[in-house]
């Protein structure tokens, strides 16, 4: 990758400006300064003002997101962007929330500047696994359990079934719910169908990454690595 654009694709700064950078001896290859824009370089290689560059081979991070905060980049309000290393926002390819939770839940979102990633993980012919633990405003019918694993209840507005999903409960305004699919506010709408609007509601995990073995905590962040979620893995 040519010196300019390893500096304006990882977000320090533009094209434009990255020959004042280089002039500077800002960007080291192998313990010697770049010295041409157009140099070509191995991201894994060089240090920007002495640190390596961040995710050199994309950006991919389990992030616990708090309450209150919105999955976007341009709502009012507190946004999950707020929270993060201001730098990746700066990166090009942006990155993105792989799917969104609502601003009122909590818990394990994935974060990417990979498009190709974050398209295979979001593609209705991708079923990865998705667990939530809720509560609600009143007790879930013991017969939602074999209402949610039918895959027959159809969602306000909606011209096909939801898929099949594990729910357990775990008391009677508790529970735990397992989507192979994701649907708009998907999880409070099933509840409601049930008749047991949701109180609060945070996933806990995407496929093999669980929060808890991550030990992240309200917004905190972690690498994973991709490949975990590929077929064969
Ligand atoms: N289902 C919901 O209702 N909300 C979320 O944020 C995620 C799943």
Wanted: hydrophobic content about 40%; charged content about 20%.
């Amino acid at each position: 990758m040519r010196t300019d654009a390893l500096l304006s694709r990882y977000g320090y700064c533009s094209r434009k400006e990255a020959a004042a950078w280089i002039k500077r001896g800002r960007v080291v290859l192998d313990g010697a300064a770049v010295t041409a824009a157009k140099q070509n370089v191995d991201p894994a290689r060089v240090l920007v003002d002495g640190a390596p560059v961040p995710f050199p081979y994309g950006l991919y991070a389990a992030y616990h997101k708090p309450l209150g905060c919105t999955c976007s980049h341009k709502d009012e309000g507190p946004l999950i962007y707020d929270l993060l290393p201001p730098e990746w926002l700066r990166r090009n390819p942006a990155v993105n929330t792989v799917g969104r939770l609502d601003k009122e839940t909590g818990g394990l979102i994935l974060l990417t500047d990979d498009g190709a990633f974050e398209h295979a993980m979001t593609s209705p012919r991708r079923h990865v696994p998705k667990e939530y633990v809720f509560t609600t405003e009143c007790p879930v019918p013991p017969e939602t359990v074999g209402l949610f694993a039918a895959g027959t209840l159809l969602l306000n507005g909606e011209t096909t079934p939801c898929q099949p999903a594990e729910l357990e409960l775990t008391g009677e305004c508790s529970g735990r719910l397992v989507l192979h699919e994701g649907r708009y506010h998907q999880v409070r709408r099933m509840l409601a169908a049930a008749g047991a609007p949701v109180r609060t509601l945070d996933r806990v995990a995407i496929g093999p990454l669980r929060l808890a073995d991550l030990g992240l905590q309200p917004g905190e962040w972690c690498a994973f690595d991709p490949a975990v979620f590929s077929p064969q893995a």
